[in-house]
């Protein structure tokens, strides 16, 4: 199984523990960014998978890509160029205090991509599956353009394609809003995850006669609406999928997900994350999840959501944006085994 992600990778700097920007006075360096989040996961899963981004010729996109070779990704794809690697900022926030991004991604590498500059028939060699996220076409017209192209050409080849929809309403300033950009690109998806503000802030699709999230709690089944309209609305799609996140706080999270193949929708078990470690990536840890369940539990689409929200619960307690969860570890927990014993 070869897997290919798409997507800019970029320097995270966070103040140590849960100080506040103000507080600051040193950074702490982490690599990371949606579609090489899902490739660190799937790597660490044993499949075989390439990161294809652009990053610039300097020092610091050399560490970004050591980063991904160390956690046996593949990068002889990754294009070399651009003023800069994308920053983002994060306060870590805690209880009833929110975490804070700040991005400072201008003139990055992959801000200033352009089609012609992958060679997709290249890339796409051998390959079975394309992921990417909504966050590449938010960052400029340039990558949404360069996103529509490899879409396409894995379309052409039989590929399957995925995407998380990943709304980032800090990311949207070049002109464009979501709904002129990202329907051209869903139309070629065969797998769709995303959360109820992602097909509302992208398709104006909203769940029908009922307030799907109230504070900390979920309703499952209220979320079929929201599926049934993703998969009328683009054909191509075989499976919806969509997080279940209930917001205690900062430090207590409710998550669990649902799948929909059409005419079944799937539920997945609910866990309570009462002590969060980091929360960044859920997502990513999610979606790597659900592409390793999806192939490793052919025609069982249960297990394969099972898989993908439990690995993202582990995600939540290991600090940095990538899960490092191995697949004994998510199989104990979908196994109900919570209790964290010392394995000796």
Not at 56 to 61: A, L, M, T
Request: glycine content about 10%.
């Amino acid at each position: 199984m070869k897997i290919i992600t798409f997507g800019e990778i970029m320097l995270r700097l966070a103040p140590k523990g849960f100080k506040r920007f103000s507080q600051a006075s040193e950074f702490e360096v982490i690599y990371g960014g949606g579609e090489s989040n899902v490739a660190v996961s799937l790597a660490n899963y044993g499949f075989d998978t390439e990161f294809v981004s652009r990053i610039p010729n300097n020092d610091i996109g050399e560490c970004a890509i050591a980063e991904m070779r160390k956690r046996n990704v593949g990068t002889k794809h990754i294009a070399r160029g651009g003023e800069r690697l994308g920053i983002y900022f994060l306060e870590t926030g805690a209880v009833a205090r929110g975490s804070k991004v700040v991005y400072d991604r201008a003139h990055s590498g992959m801000a200033s991509i352009e089609k012609g500059m992958i060679d997709w028939k290249e890339v796409f060699k051998g390959a079975d599956w394309f992921h990417w996220t909504g966050i590449t076409p938010a960052i400029s017209q340039g990558a949404a353009d360069v996103c529509l192209e490899a879409i396409q050409a894995a379309n052409k080849l039989g590929i399957t394609v995925s995407t998380d929809l990943n709304y980032r309403k800090k990311l949207w300033k070049y002109g464009k809003t979501p709904d002129q950009v990202m329907p051209q690109l869903v139309e070629g998806c065969d797998i769709i995850l995303g959360n109820e503000e992602d097909a509302e802030k992208h398709f104006n699709i909203h769940p029908k006669n009922i307030d799907v999230t109230k504070g900390d709690e979920m309703h499952a089944e209220s979320y079929r609406s929201v599926c049934e309209q993703l998969m009328q609305k683009f054909k191509k799609a075989k499976k919806v999928i969509i997080t279940l996140r209930g917001s205690i706080s900062a430090s207590h999270n409710s998550w669990s997900g649902v799948l929909y193949d059409g005419k079944t929708l799937f539920t997945a078990p609910t866990y309570q994350i009462t002590h969060i470690v980091d929360r960044v990536g859920g997502g990513d840890s999610f979606m790597g999840g659900l592409i390793y369940g999806l192939n490793a539990y052919k025609d069982n689409d249960q297990k394969a959501l099972d898989f993908a929200v439990a690995a993202s619960c582990l995600k939540h307690t290991i600090y940095g944006d990538a899960n490092l969860a191995s697949i004994e570890e998510v199989k104990k927990l979908m196994a109900g085994d919570a209790s964290g014993r010392v394995s000796r």
